[in-house]
């Protein structure tokens, strides 16, 4: 209380009180920024032959593709939790399983999209999120040793 008094005789009452509700904001406001993040991860061998903007088609090959969703909470749910490991993979699963040993160019829902990284990333994320899973922010699909494409939902508010 001494500390309290001695704001109020050094600064005035009115703006030990403005001095604590800036305080609660700045606090609320970092709380708002912490989030809790868990992710999956699941391979796949698909082929794919990137079109280049000149027209021309690389030769198809494979790759061991390798995915890893992520999911974000502000805060827990009410068992601890982002969400359940197991409704994750299995969500995430539920995609790569449709895209296993498939020639990325053919594949019917891949129709007019050119299979490059960036763009199967975005039907991964979109694929994943429509089975229900509402905390997903970010698929990383990783085509080869290094090379990583990410879709993610970005907050404007943030």
């Known amino acids: 209380m001494l500390w309290g008094s001695a704001l109020s005789v050094n600064a005035g009452p009115m703006t030990v009180r403005r001095l ?3 305080i609660a904001r700045v606090a609320n406001v970092v709380s ?3 989030v809790y ?3 999956v991860e699941a391979t796949f061998t698909a ?9 021309t088609v690389e030769t198809p090959h494979d790759h061991e593709w390798r995915v890893r969703a992520f999911f974000r ?5 009410d068992v601890g939790m982002v969400v359940d490991f197991g409704e994750a993979q299995s969500a995430l699963l539920s995609v790569v399983k449709k895209l296993e040993n498939t020639d990325l160019n053919d594949h019917r829902a891949l129709r007019g999209v050119n299979p490059t990284a960036e763009n199967l990333a975005r039907h991964i994320f979109e694929h ?5 899973m509402r905390n997903l922010c970010r698929i990383e699909l990783t085509e080869a040793p290094g090379c990583v494409a990410t879709f993610e939902h970005v907050d404007p508010a943030a």
Do not use: F, K, P, W
Not at 47 to 55: K, L
Not at 73 to 77: G, S
Not at 128 to 132: D, F, L, N, R
């Open 128 to 132: 994943v999120q429509s089975a229900g």
């Open 37 to 39: 993040t868990i992710s």
């Open 73 to 77: 909470r502000a805060r827990l749910d």
């Open 32 to 34: 708002e920024r912490m």
């Open 20 to 22: 604590l509700a800036t």
């Open 47 to 55: 082929t794919h032959g990137v079109r280049y903007a000149n027209g």
